[in-house]
């Protein structure tokens, strides 16, 4: 039986800028030109001043907020790697900026809230998508 890919993004006018820095190899959000603040997700003006936005490259480096281990078979793509993490990472350029995601190649016994992550770039399966994922740093 042929395996099931994982779900693919919905990209948006908002978020394109996002999904296009992905495939381009940087990680980048949206950046407010008036107070200077990083957002995400994406939104089509600053959620806290209601200026433009523009798309500015990140460091790729964060520390785990929060973490859950999935163990139950929940989303297409991701049945063989049971059970993993999906970790909350704050990232290190601005306080408060955070993402969801997954973090790769980390046993859930060797994870813990406050350990540094790097971004890792990796292909998704199923389509012609780059995704950002975090591993635990050396
Ligand atoms: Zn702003």
Redesign the pocket.
């Known amino acids: 039986m042929e395996a099931v890919p994982p779900p693919q993004p919905l990209i948006d006018i908002d978020s394109h800028g996002f999904w296009n820095a992905l495939a381009d190899g940087r990680f980048a959000m949206q950046r407010?030109s008036?107070?200077r603040?990083f957002q995400h997700p994406p939104a089509e003006r600053?959620n806290?001043?209601g200026?433009t936005v523009a798309y500015e490259e990140l460091s790729g480096g964060g520390e785990i907020f929060s973490f859950i281990v999935v163990r139950h078979p929940t989303v297409p793509g991701y049945l063989d790697d049971l059970p993993y993490v999906v970790a909350l990472v704050e990232l290190d350029d601005q306080p408060g900026l955070r993402i969801p995601t997954r973090l790769a190649g980390a046993e859930p016994t060797d994870v813990s809230i406050g350990q540094r992550v790097q971004i890792a770039l990796v292909d998704l399966a199923g389509g012609n998508h780059t995704v950002a994922v975090f591993e635990l740093a050396e």
Do not use: G, K, Q
Request: glycine share 0%.
């Open positions: 407010c008036t107070c603040l600053c806290a001043c200026s």
